[in-house]
């Protein structure tokens, strides 16, 4: 099993690297400090969002999976996601990331 750090501080760190990449970084639900799970958009130039969250892997480890790509046609479809989503578990983070090439900066963490 590979350590976690604590929820806040993985957050502030994808908002920093976010930041120092030139791009734009906000915190849409806030969820537990410690052990909370994180989802992250991430878009750019306000084109098709991407939904990224940690999936486990067969090694035990866990890591960044695009679970869900914004319809063109049906865009309110991926927020409405988000909000069950949150609705579901109060301990989830959402954190939207506007950054060119942004999957980079998950792998960088």
């Not at 734009?24 to 969820?31: D, H, N, Q, R, S």
């Amino acid at each position: 099993m590979d350590q976690r750090l604590p929820a806040h501080l993985e957050v502030a760190a994808l908002i920093r690297r976010t930041q120092a990449a030139g791009g734009f970084a906000m915190v849409l639900a806030k969820g537990e400090a410690d052990a909370g799970t994180i989802l992250v958009t991430i878009q750019e130039r306000g084109g098709l969002a991407r939904l990224y969250e940690r999936m486990p892997r067969l090694d035990g480890t866990r890591g960044w999976d695009c679970s869900r790509v914004q319809d063109a046609e049906n865009p309110f479809e991926f927020t409405e996601y988000l909000d069950r989503r949150k609705a579901q578990d109060r301990d989830l983070w959402i954190v939207e990331l506007d950054v060119a090439g942004g999957e980079r900066l998950l792998v960088e963490g």
